[in-house]
């Protein structure tokens, strides 16, 4: 969703943040946002990576909101389980995988895997990502960065 705050605006009432242009419903009643939302993505297949935590989560979860079918790409097969069961009490259908994003073949075994679910694939959210090392950006060594950014 697109947020505008026209010049000269004062941030009060919450409405100043949506441009009524854009997004009128929203601008009328911004708690009644989740209605525009809701199954705007039915039939749709989405793969998010980094689903297991955090942004990738929280984005598996609202596309499941909006209707779409979701793989959650994580790492780790108990954080994978975690949000697929978080995905489905919420009323969403959800396939759970691990794959380390950085090797060709588990991440071509986890395409074909959802292919062979889902028949279809829509939406590609790329969240996953590492740590790095936790430091001062000053002591960060360039073998250190290169492992953040391969």
């Not at 909006?66 to 978080?86: D, K, P, W, Y």
Request: some cysteine; aromatic content about 8%.
């Amino acid at each position: 969703m697109y947020c505008f705050v026209p010049r000269g605006t004062a941030a009060r009432t919450g409405r100043e943040f949506i441009g009524p242009w854009l997004f009128p419903a929203i601008a009328e009643n911004p708690m009644q946002a989740h209605t525009l939302f809701k199954d705007s993505l039915a039939g749709k297949v989405a793969l998010v990576t980094g689903a297991g935590s955090g942004i990738g989560k929280a984005t598996a979860k609202l596309f499941a909101y909006a209707g779409a079918r979701v793989a959650i790409l994580t790492h780790n097969q108990a954080e994978a389980e975690a949000a697929c069961l978080e995905v489905r009490h919420g009323g969403g259908e959800a396939l759970g995988m691990v794959a380390d994003v950085s090797s060709y073949e588990q991440m071509q075994q986890s395409i074909n895997r959802l292919g062979e679910a889902w028949g279809q694939l829509d939406i590609v959210v790329s969240n996953a990502g590492i740590n790095g090392l936790w430091a001062p950006i000053e002591e960060i060594g360039e073998a250190d960065w290169e492992k953040t950014f391969d």
